[in-house]
């Protein structure tokens, strides 16, 4: 992986790796979908057991790491082939990478899925939920390539996790949770 952004005379830092990225991205959107559902369940309406708040907190961080595995098998079977895919076919045809070839590239794993109509709709899921993380490691990638420097995946999660606080306190002032 090539080298970005100097720190000092003759010193490098090292740039984020693509996989590193995905997953960031990855992460970032398995929190958003754990607090959406956590919203969810905090307005359904109560049960006889009444304990359905502490369990929603309690399987929320074992949601979270079930998510994240998938994140890693997400990137290692899918972003990381379709970005390879991408930037190699756009070395063929143009000479150069540009970032519209990874959208094509991600369609092809899941076109068998789209011939099937009860597939269909997952099939669009996992190409919304893969694409963002597949654009940002195109340009991670793009920009160390050309020696500038890249977000680091600590920036990325940083404002992911004031996206996903917002999603919640959004989410708990506009539905009126009505747990409390």
């Known amino acids: 992986?090539?080298?970005?952004?100097?720190?000092?005379?003759?010193a490098t830092r090292k740039s984020a790796e693509p996989a590193a990225v995905s997953m960031a991205v990855l992460g970032?959107?398995?929190?958003?979908?754990c607090a959406a559902l956590c919203l969810v369940a905090l307005n359904l309406?109560?049960?006889p057991v009444g304990g359905e708040v502490f369990s929603i907190f309690a399987l929320s961080p074992l949601l979270f790491l079930l998510v994240l595995f998938a994140a890693a098998l997400l990137?290692?079977?899918?972003?990381?082939?379709?970005?390879v895919l991408a930037h190699?076919?756009?070395?063929?045809?143009?000479?150069?990478?540009?970032?519209?070839?990874?959208?094509?590239?991600?369609?092809l794993w899941v076109l068998p899925a789209l011939a099937v109509p009860s597939?269909?709709?997952?099939?669009?899921?996992?190409?919304?939920v893969a694409l963002p993380?597949?654009?940002a490691?195109?340009?991670?990638?793009?920009?160390?390539?050309?020696?500038?420097?890249?977000?680091?995946?600590?920036?990325?999660?940083?404002?992911?996790?004031?996206?996903?606080?917002?999603?919640?306190?959004v989410g708990v002032l506009v539905g009126g949770v009505n747990r409390w």
């Open 1 to 10: 992986m090539a080298t970005a952004g100097v720190a000092g005379e003759g």
């Open 28 to 33: 970032v959107e398995g929190a958003l979908l």
């Open 45 to 47: 309406p109560s049960g």
């Open 75 to 83: 990137t290692t079977a899918y972003v990381l082939p379709a970005m």
């Open 88 to 107: 190699w076919t756009a070395r063929q045809l143009t000479g150069r990478v540009a970032w519209w070839w990874i959208p094509p590239a991600c369609t």
């Open 119 to 128: 597939w269909q709709l997952a099939a669009f899921a996992v190409y919304a």
């Open 133 to 135: 993380p597949a654009l």
């Open 137 to 169: 490691a195109h340009f991670t990638v793009v920009r160390a390539d050309a020696g500038r420097p890249v977000q680091p995946c600590a920036a990325i999660l940083t404002w992911g996790a004031v996206a996903v606080v917002g999603v919640l306190v």
